[in-house]
Each structure stands twice: as structure tokens, then as C-alpha cells.
């Protein structure tokens, strides 16, 4: 299937480490760029060129001029721990920015992290239920889970992309990227039909990165249900909370 190609995207996490990067890539491809900010004085963190629109990620009733006319949404929030953060900022902007949308189409990419499906580790569980919302939306998404950020050496830029999400240590071993390169790939992936259905760990391999990303795109497995295509089958939905079976009954509706 071939999706009308976006023009207006909204960066959720504007003023993060890849939000930034992911801003500027988005308006050197030569999208509209809208910014979403906790507050007008954040707006000065934005690159020059993109919207900057207020709004409260962890409140839907506040996401509606910044969903206002766009057809994309990328998504590089994320909270770094403290009780009940994931759960509210990870899995709730998300969440959030579909209600706001209201069954309106958009093209979504979703960062979340390599080893999100490892139950072990502290919040995955809401960054895979933010996944399983995209999933759930309709919507042509790209789900982008990187490895470890600027861990990369110079001479290891070819993006290398995987899929299952079998490597969990919680160190670098678990694979690198450049955050820049995150951002092409997030921005890239919106104008892919090949990247469309697709969820896959990022990483970076010795070389130089490819011009192009379709063929890298076209090789991996597209999704067909809750997970990812080559994801442990770990945390049954049956065993969801309840809350969270409503929203992505909500987010389906
Ligand atoms: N570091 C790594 O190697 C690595 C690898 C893979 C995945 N990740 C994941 O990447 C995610 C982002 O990391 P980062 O280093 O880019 O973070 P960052 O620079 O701190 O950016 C986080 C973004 O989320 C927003 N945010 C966080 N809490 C919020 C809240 N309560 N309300 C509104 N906005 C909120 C921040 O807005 P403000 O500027 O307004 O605070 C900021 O725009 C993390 O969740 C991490 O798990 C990291």
C-alpha cells in the first residue's frame, strides 16, 4: 500500500537529545516542523525554521493545536526513571497524542529503546505498551528501538538494522548509534512505504551509512499483531491491566 507522503510533522519530545537532531533532519528534508513544548519558555531550545506548540504530553485534553493539520508524528520523549514516570511520560505521550488525533491518519515513527521487550528492566513495559498503542492505531508506523547513543566510533556508521530484540545486557554491548542517525532514520522512515508495519533495534555497523535506507527497510519482516514480527512472546495481552486493554481498545475504536 502507498501512503499520501507527509508534510506537516509534529516531534513529541522536541527538546530531547534526539528531538533536537530529529527537528533539524525533519526540516532539512523539507517538512513543516511543529515543536511540541511543556511551556513557552522552552521555545528558545528549538531550532530555527520549526513551530514550536504548547502542551502537556501526559494530558490528551492539551495536545490539540499541537495535532492541529498534521500528518505525521514523531515521537523521541522519554523519561529517565523515577516512580511511575514511564508509565506517565514513555507509554502517556503516546497514548495522549492518539486521543488528541482522534482517529485522524497520521504517519507515526516511535522511538522507544533496544531491549524494550527485556521485562527485567525498569519501564519497558510501558515503552512496549506505547508500541503496541501504534500498532493498534491503524495507523503506517515505524518502530525504531536504538541502541546505545553516540557509543559509536567514528568509522561505524553503517545503519545496520535488527529485529527479535535478543540482545539485553543493559551495557553498549548491546549495540550503538549515532543520534543523528537516529534522526534520519525516524525522518526517512515517514516518507518509506517500505518501512511501513516495521519495528526494528537500530544499531550501527563498521563503514560508511547508505544513501539510500529503502533496501535496508525492505529486508525486515513486517509486523502482524501486538509485538514486533520477531518478538519473544512474553508479555501476554490476557495478562495486561486492565487500563491498559481500554486504551488500546479506545485507540482500535
Ligand atoms: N541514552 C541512550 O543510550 C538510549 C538508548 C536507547 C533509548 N534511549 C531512550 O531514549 C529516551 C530519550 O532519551 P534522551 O536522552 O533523548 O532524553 P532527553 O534528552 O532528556 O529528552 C527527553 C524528552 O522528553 C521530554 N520529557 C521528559 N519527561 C517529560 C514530562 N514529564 N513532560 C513533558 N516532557 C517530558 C523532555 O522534555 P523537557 O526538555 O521539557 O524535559 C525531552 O524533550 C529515554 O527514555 C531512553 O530510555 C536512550
Redesign the pocket.
Known amino acids: 500500500m502507498s501512503y499520501t507522503t507527509p508534510r506537516t510533522v509534529l516531534v513529541v ?7 533536537t537532531p530529529t527537528i533539524r533532519e525533519a526540516l532539512a528534508q523539507g517538512f513543516q516542523v511543529r515543536a511540541l ?2 511551556d513557552a519558555g ?1 521555545a528558545a ?1 528549538i531550532p530555527a525554521g520549526a513551530e514550536p506548540v504548547v502542551g ?3 494530558r490528551a485534553e492539551t495536545l490539540a493545536d499541537a495535532v492541529d493539520g498534521v500528518d505525521a508524528v514523531i515521537f ?5 526513571g523515577g516512580r511511575g ?1 514511564a508509565e ?3 507509554y502517556g ?1 503516546v497514548r495522549n497524542t492518539l486521543l488528541a488525533l482522534d482517529g485522524r491518519p497520521a504517519r507515526l515513527a516511535l ?4 531491549g524494550t521487550t527485556d521485562r527485567a528492566t525498569e ?1 519497558h513495559d510501558w ?1 512496549r505498551r506505547a508500541e503496541r498503542l501504534v500498532r493498534a492505531s491503524g495507523n503506517p508506523y515505524t518502530i525504531v ?7 559509536n566510533a567514528p568509522d561505524e556508521r553503517c545503519i545496520v538494522m535488527r529485529q527479535g530484540d535478543t540482545q539485553s545486557t543493559a551495557s553498549p554491548a548491546d549495540g550503538v548509534i549515532a543520534r543523528d542517525q537516529i534522526a534520519r532514520v525516524l525522518v526517512d522512515s515517514l516518507r518509506s512505504d517500505a518501512a511501513d508495519h516495521k519495528t526494528l533495534e537500530l544499531v550501527a555497523g563498521k563503514g560508511a551509512a547508505q544513501e539510500d535506507l529503502t533496501a535496508t527497510f525492505a529486508a525486515l519482516e513486517r509486523d502482524d499483531g501486538p509485538d514486533g514480527a520477531l518478538d519473544k512472546d512474553n508479555m501476554p495481552l490476557a495478562a495486561e491491566p486492565v487500563p491498559v486493554v481500554d486504551d488500546l481498545d479506545q485507540i482500535r475504536n
Open positions: 519530545g522536541s527538546t530531547g537529545s534526539i528531538g513544548i511543556r522552552r531550545h502537556d504530553l501526559t523521541t520523549h522519554g523519561s529517565h514516570q506517565i511520560v514513555d505521550a522511538m522507544t529503546a533496544v519501564g515503552k528501538r536504538p541502541g546505545w547513543f553516540d557509543y
